[in-house]
């Protein structure tokens, strides 16, 4: 009698409960309205101490409950599935250093020094090494005081740096902020004894509720620590009230400094209040290029050396002769990074800050005083805007096309595989719980092609599961004498598991390489898909085997894998006619390709164009030419208008690069052209540059190239050169049709569509790959001729492609008719791939692996060779 499977049970269970764990956060972070998800922080605190105030909450408990629950709100957030710019709305921009500039004005500025050419060398070398750094540092400055959650700010080396604000509705803002210039000040800091009087007169204003406030005063700098971020949002709203700043003396002013850790003498979260001299003399526009640096004192301890210019050595001399003993606060943003004390009047330019605790945190301050005098100019080379109610409107599409396919396929494996499907179902249930799981886990953002990867791998997870069901139907039907099912579930999942594994490990190899060169929401449907691939075989594999022993152990007698069969036991000639289709279908995939490359300049989106592109809702039916017309009468004849597919009367309007200052324009011109066509405020739009979208091809380019690199070198390991060749054929046979197909129908060539073709290559080669598993296990063991162990093979595994295939076009059918505009392309793309993927994985891989080997298999060679000794 079967053991219970224990250790795998409590496995399984374990899993389940630490997925719940980590989705926990996720799900009571969205039980919150998107409002409040959505709502500045100070704001929301404001917000919460009415609402405690009203319900009767004790005044001095107030500020503690708020914090608390600030605290767990923030909490929240942070271990929640972050949502994309696509599902939230938002603004995306590609910032980029114009070094070029930067470095022929740092040239004439040293030889203007009389700099030796080694020596200017040397100063491009070194400041070229950090600019990338200090644009960094003086961006994260300037977004922060936008006060937005979750700014992401990545560095793309050399020269670009991708900003992503999520929830923003006023992008030229953003922009503005950018591209301002960087300012930095030297400002003496106020005496001490300054501080002490002023907080009293601060508090009596306010009527006693700013002491309590910043309890913690500095011992040797006018300073005061402020708990952050609750007490500073208070704290900075009192600083800025109008009667405030009437007590506050006009020679004085109050500046922020950087967010603290806790540390020994505080022990929380803090930001320091410095009261500072209004009046400066000396500014960061003194500072020598390149002048900053870092090093160690005698002692270890890092310090920080600035130069100053001509001019800037006689203003820096008389200004610390004059305050030694007192602090210098530098100020970069209108924020104070540091407040060293004057040691020594310095008279020859160069200027020592120490006191600082780390070598890091010298080289972070090295790098602002270098931003804060940069010259280089920050140029937006690429931005997107997606309007908020246009991504809540890609959710729910999303998840509605999601639920209505997932249902359809669950209800197929049930009414097909009878109870095997019912486990099949439940380990497919699991596996979309332990993906959503595995994002919280890995703080992964979703995308709305993430959503599609989500979906996808659905359809896919379904796959393992049906190549194991097909395998244990004919270990019962090959059963002469009666089997157990122990010995039948051992035999069947034993034989399909190498498959499941070659099979999902090409994909897996397609995702990674989407995951290294794919931007933005490409990356998205790569951590999906990865995690899916993974996820899919450890429900497939493990779970449905647990519980198909836990069955077994209960005492279950028969092995329901249900009746239903599309194809009996099929001998179709499948080789008879291969050549013809192949060369047809080859030549149509030619043709289309060379209408691809003809059409070029028509059919490249905007993200390989580059350009300026708004896509806008019309609240009335309009038609294509009546927008047409009017970008035409603004002087516009050259822009593409097109009606979004699935979504109603929405339009994409988009022209050349450099023919609109800004893509706001398009919509500007419309409301004036067509007033009785109004259209909504909540648009979203983009602007690629010429170059970054020449990059963005070359990064598709890269994905195919290396995706395909991968998977033929692991077919070739797993199985032979010449498989390897058959599948490459193939490889190409379906990217070049499906290209055609684009062609053909005019659909746009963008990033997703890229995203779509690398999963069809995934796709297709795991259909071929399934077919070429099955023909290596035949030929090790039938007395059969290469065609026929092809031809038979490929029946063998007819069950499985057709309903595998069917599985995945199901859900992929249901994103293209339901899963709204933005992902409309996509899954055409999609579709048209599992079609020609799952007709080449029989009618051209096969055929042409035949084509390659005709030798006999082992077993036929030995009995003609024990034949020919014979006689």
């Given at each position: ?644 597919l699935g979504a109603g009367n929405q339009m994409m309007i988009r022209v050349r690069e450099g023919e609109v200052e800004s893509p706001e324009v398009l919509a500007t011109v419309l409301r004036e052209k067509l007033p009785e066509k109004p259209f909504n405020d909540d648009f979203s739009y983009n602007r690629v540059g010429a170059k970054v979208g020449g990059e963005l091809l070359w990064k598709g380019l890269y994905c195919v190239i290396f995706s395909s690199i991968g998977i033929l070198l692991y ?157």
């Amino acid at each position: 009698m079967q053991r219970m499977p224990v250790w795998k049970i409590g496995f399984i269970v374990f899993t389940i409960l630490l997925s719940l764990w980590m989705l926990l956060p996720s799900m009571e972070f969205y039980s919150y309205d998107a409002l409040m998800r959505n709502q500045d922080e100070k704001d929301r605190i404001k917000e919460w101490r009415e609402e405690m105030l009203a319900d009767g909450v004790a005044p001095e408990e107030v500020d503690a409950k708020v914090k608390a629950k600030n605290q767990d709100f923030r909490d929240l957030k942070s271990d929640s599935i972050r949502l994309g710019l696509d599902l939230q709305g938002g603004v995306h921009l590609v910032i980029e250093v114009d070094h070029e500039k930067f470095e022929q004005q740092l040239r004439d500025d040293l030889a203007k020094q009389g700099k030796t050419e080694q020596e200017i060398e040397q100063e491009v070398e070194s400041s070229l090494a950090t600019v990338l750094d200090s644009a960094m540092a003086v961006i994260e400055n300037r977004v922060d005081s936008f006060g937005v959650a979750e700014v992401a700010l990545v560095k793309q080396p050399p020269w670009r740096i991708v900003l992503e604000m999520p929830g923003v509705s006023e992008p030229e803002e953003v922009k503005s902020l950018v591209n301002a210039e960087a300012e930095l000040y030297f400002h003496i800091v106020a005496p001490k004894n300054e501080l002490g009087r002023l907080l009293p007169e601060i508090d009596s204003v306010v009527e006693g509720d700013f002491i309590k406030l910043v309890p913690q005063v500095d011992p040797y700098v006018a300073a005061v620590a402020v708990e952050y971020p609750d007490n500073y949002l208070l704290v900075d709203e009192i600083i800025n009230r109008s009667d405030v700043k009437r007590v506050i003396p006009r020679q004085y002013m109050f500046k922020w400094g950087d967010v603290q850790e806790p540390t020994n003498y505080i022990n929380y979260e803090h930001r320091y209040l410095y009261l500072l001299e209004a009046d400066f003399d000396v500014s960061g526009s003194y500072l020598e290029p390149g002048g900053t640096g870092v090093r160690t004192d005698a002692m270890g301890r890092p310090e920080i050396i600035l130069s100053f210019d001509r001019d800037g050595k006689r203003i820096f001399s008389r200004v610390t002769g004059d305050h030694v003993g007192e602090h210098l606060a530098i100020v970069l943003n209108d924020q104070v990074y540091s407040a060293p004390v004057i040691r020594d009047k310095i008279s020859y330019g160069v200027a020592t800050i120490s006191g600082i605790d780390t070598y890091d945190e010298a080289r972070e301050i090295a790098i602002v005083l270098r931003a804060g005098s940069l010259p280089a100019p920050l140029t937006v080379a690429e931005s997107r805007v997606v309007g908020p109610s246009l991504g809540a409107d890609s959710i729910r599409k999303g998840i509605y096309s999601g639920l209505i396919g997932g249902v359809i396929v669950l209800v197929f494996m049930v009414v097909y595989y009878a109870l095997v499907g019912v486990v099949a179902d439940f380990a497919v249930l699991l596996n979309l719980f332990f993906l959503m799981a595995g994002m919280a886990m890995f703080k992964a953002t979703l995308t709305l092609p993430g959503i599609a990867g989500i979906v996808l791998t659905i359809g896919m997870a379904v796959d393992a599961n049906v190549l194991i069901f097909e395998r244990l139907r004919e270990e019962m039907r090959a059963s002469k004498r009666a089997k157990t099912i122990q010995l039948i579930l051992d035999k069947g999942y034993g034989r399909a598991f190498m498959t499941i594994f070659d099979a999902n490990l090409t994909t897996l190899i397609t995702a990674l390489v989407l995951f290294q060169f794919g931007t933005g929401p490409i990356k998205g449907f790569a951590v999906t898909l990865s995690l899916g691939i993974i996820i899919s075989m450890f429900t497939a594999v493990f779970v449905s085997r647990v519980i198909m022993d836990v069955m077994v152990a209960k005492g279950m007698k028969t092995l329901s894998v249900g009746t239903m069969r599309f194809f009996g036991e099929t001998k179709i000639d499948f080789l008879k006619n291969a050549r013809i289709l192949m060369t047809t279908t080859g030549c149509l995939a030619i043709a289309g390709f060379l209408f691809l490359v003809y059409d070029w300049e028509k059919m490249q989106g905007i993200d390989f164009a580059g350009g300026d592109e708004v896509q806008l809702q019309f609240q009335q039916e309009t038609s294509v030419q009546e927008v047409r017309s009017a970008m035409s009468e603004a002087g516009y004849a050259d822009a593409v208008v097109q009606r979004v597919l699935g979504a109603g009367n929405q339009m994409m309007i988009r022209v050349r690069e450099g023919e609109v200052e800004s893509p706001e324009v398009l919509a500007t011109v419309l409301r004036e052209k067509l007033p009785e066509k109004p259209f909504n405020d909540d648009f979203s739009y983009n602007r690629v540059g010429a170059k970054v979208g020449g990059e963005l091809l070359w990064k598709g380019l890269y994905c195919v190239i290396f995706s395909s690199i991968g998977i033929l070198l692991y077919i070739t390991v797993r199985f032979e050169f010449r498989f390897a060749v058959a599948a490459v054929v193939c490889l190409f046979h379906d990217l070049l049709f499906t290209l055609a197909f684009l062609a053909i129908t005019g659909t746009e060539f963008n990033l997703p569509i890229i995203a779509a073709l690398l999963t069809v290559l995934g796709y297709s080669l795991n259909d071929t790959i399934v077919v070429f598993d099955r023909i290596r296990e035949n030929y090790t063991s039938a007395l059969l001729n290469f065609k026929e162990i092809v031809n038979l093979s490929i029946n063998q595994t007819l069950t499985r492609t057709i309903n595998t295939s069917a599985t995945t076009l199901i859900v992929i059918l249901m994103l293209y008719l339901l899963g709204g505009s933005v992902i409309h392309d996509f899954a055409l793309t999609l579709l048209m791939g599992v079609i020609i993927g799952t007709y080449s994985s029989i009618f051209v891989a096969s055929p042409v692996l035949l084509m390659l080997g005709r030798q006999p298999a082992p077993a036929v060679a030995e009995k003609n060779g024990k034949r020919a000794m014979a006689t």
